[in-house]
């Protein structure tokens, strides 16, 4: 019977370990995010639309990457990377309306 606890207890942690890693790729890909808006934001600055567009595209991609595993998250997790998302969905709009803005 023990071997059977031992096993348990290894699942357990092999799952845990597994959360931990989907949470921090969850949040490296935000990150990246974050700095894909920040690189669109300085070349909109200087008129560069051919890059913000490439940036605006690596983001909604990455958005749909954390979305798609959101759901597997435990609820305080998921509610911290749904608030992010809001902040970096606010963010990619306001770039959009620049690129739009700036191609008019």
Do not use: W
């Not at 019977?1 to 370990?17: F, H, P, Q, V």
């Not at 595209?57 to 979305?67: F, L, N, Q, T, Y």
């Amino acid at each position: 019977m023990e071997a059977m606890g031992d096993l348990d207890k290894k699942i357990r942690e092999l799952s845990d370990r597994f959360q931990r890693t989907r949470y921090q790729f969850l949040k490296t890909e935000l990150q990246t995010c974050f700095a894909a808006l920040d690189m669109a934001r300085f070349e909109l600055s200087i008129g560069n639309t051919t890059v913000v567009r490439r940036e605006i595209a690596a983001v909604e991609k990455g958005m749909s990457v954390i979305r798609r595993f959101l759901s597997a998250l435990p609820p305080d997790q998921r509610g911290e990377m749904d608030a992010n998302l809001a902040d970096l969905n606010a963010i990619l709009e306001s770039v959009k309306a620049g690129v739009d803005s700036h191609c008019r």
